[in-house]
């Protein structure tokens, strides 16, 4: 099994990002703004967990298009 190494910017909850992978697309931050933020190294992390409907649709999409499948879900 494959090491998962979450950003240690995301915070606490279902979605997080594996920093190792991703690759600076922002897909994620396009696709779910109030959830995914970058970092100063162009990584992006969870910066809010879903709480909304909406968010929680945007969250499930900014993951299935990540073209490095670096979003993860836990939920």
Not at 14 to 22: E, G, I, N, Q, T
Not at 36 to 54: H, I, L, N, R
């Amino acid at each position: 099994m494959e090491q998962i190494n979450k950003h240690p910017l995301n915070v606490e909850g279902k979605y997080y990002v594996d920093f190792d992978v991703c690759l600076d697309h922002e897909c994620c931050v396009e696709e779910a703004p109030n959830n995914f933020k970058m970092d100063e190294e162009y990584a992006a992390y969870v910066c809010k967990q879903p709480t909304t409907p909406e968010e929680e649709q945007q969250c499930i999409s900014a993951m299935n298009i990540c073209p490095v499948e670096a979003i993860c879900d836990d939920g």
